[in-house]
């Protein structure tokens, strides 16, 4: 298993964000978590990024007790709703700057960036800055700067959550076709049912803090382990 969550609870004052969650997650799988607006899948992502720190239960990535590591020393990459890029740097620096801080060879930057940006079909626009991208190509820049570093895990939250729904459908496909070719364990949030079952291999469903179901988009469309996941998904239009 890449990612191990066990028993992670988390309460923010009296409010339980999350209780007892355990999930886990296996190599190079592409993985949903997928439920209604305040089930708490922010912050279980962001505890296994790091980002946050669980009352109880332990994460664990790539075999190895992450639960009190700081979010730089897991080597997980990431993507956001509104993708933090520098403004004065150009889309290929942008791409680059996670090799260029950890003093990656000159020639060796130029390579990997120049193998993502052709992935993410931004070759050309690699000299623009960012402000010069439409939402859809800052956000592919987004995955290809995340992938940069060969992170073990990529996590992204509700990363199309801020684009209209043709760029969505687009870069839904993005991130089937990027997986395909560097598959990355990677978990992404969303409370888009259609989002999830397109495009994950396996969908963890949240609600309330808790799992209510893991499986195949097959399984919890055709089986829902109860009431909830079967209205929730519901018929997809
Ligand atoms: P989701 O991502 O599924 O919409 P979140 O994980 O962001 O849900 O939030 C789960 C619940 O925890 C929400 O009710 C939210 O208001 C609450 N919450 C999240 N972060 C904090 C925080 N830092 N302080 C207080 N409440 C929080
Ligand atoms: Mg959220």
Same mark, same amino acid.
């Given at each position: 298993?890449?990612?191990?969550?066990?028993?992670?609870? %988390?309460?923010?004052?009296?409010?339980?964000?999350?209780?007892?969650?355990?999930?886990?997650?296996?190599?190079?799988?592409?993985?949903?978590?997928?439920?209604?607006?305040?089930?708490?899948? !922010?912050?279980?992502?962001?505890?296994?990024?790091?980002?946050?720190?669980?009352?109880?239960?332990?994460?664990?990535? &790539?075999?190895?007790?992450?639960?009190?590591?700081?979010?730089?020393?897991?080597?997980?990459?990431?993507?956001?709703?509104?993708?933090?890029?520098?403004?004065?740097?150009?889309?290929?620096?942008?791409?680059?700057?996670?090799?260029?801080?950890? %003093?990656?060879? %000159?020639?060796?930057?130029?390579?990997?960036?120049?193998?993502?940006?052709?992935?993410?079909?931004?070759?050309?626009?690699?000299?623009? %800055?960012?402000?010069?991208? !439409?939402?859809?190509?800052?956000?592919?820049?987004?995955?290809?700067?995340?992938?940069?570093?060969?992170? !073990?895990?990529?996590?992204?939250?509700?990363?199309?959550?801020?684009?209209?729904?043709?760029?969505?459908? &687009?870069?839904?496909?993005?991130?089937?076709?990027?997986?395909?070719?560097?598959?990355?364990?990677? =978990?992404?949030?969303?409370?888009?049912?259609?989002?999830?079952? &397109? =495009?994950?291999? &396996?969908?963890?469903?949240?609600?309330?803090?808790? =799992?209510?179901?893991?499986?195949?988009?097959?399984?919890?469309?055709?089986?829902?382990?109860?009431?909830?996941?079967?209205?929730?998904?519901?018929?997809?239009?």
């Amino acid at each position: 298993m890449s990612i191990d969550v066990r028993g992670v609870g %988390k309460k923010f004052g009296d409010f339980v964000a999350l209780d007892d969650v355990s999930v886990s997650i296996p190599t190079g799988q592409l993985t949903a978590l997928l439920g209604p607006s305040g089930g708490g899948k !922010s912050t279980l992502l962001r505890i296994i990024a790091g980002l946050e720190t669980a009352d109880t239960g332990t994460v664990s990535i &790539e075999g190895r007790d992450a639960t009190s590591l700081p979010a730089q020393k897991r080597n997980v990459g990431f993507v956001f709703q509104h993708y933090a890029a520098f403004k004065h740097l150009s889309v290929r620096k942008n791409v680059a700057f996670g090799l260029e801080i950890r %003093k990656t060879p %000159k020639d060796e930057v130029r390579r990997r960036v120049d193998e993502l940006l052709a992935l993410v079909h931004l070759t050309q626009f690699a000299d623009r %800055k960012p402000a010069q991208l !439409s939402g859809g190509q800052r956000q592919r820049m987004a995955l290809a700067r995340a992938l940069a570093v060969q992170p !073990s895990v990529l996590l992204l939250d509700e990363p199309f959550g801020a684009l209209d729904a043709k760029v969505r459908k &687009e870069l839904r496909d993005w991130l089937r076709r990027l997986h395909d070719e560097i598959p990355v364990t990677t =978990v992404f949030v969303t409370h888009d049912q259609e989002e999830a079952l &397109e =495009v994950a291999d &396996e969908i963890v469903v949240i609600n309330e803090g808790r =799992v209510e179901q893991v499986g195949s988009p097959d399984d919890l469309y055709d089986t829902p382990a109860n009431p909830f996941v079967m209205g929730f998904l519901g018929p997809v239009t």
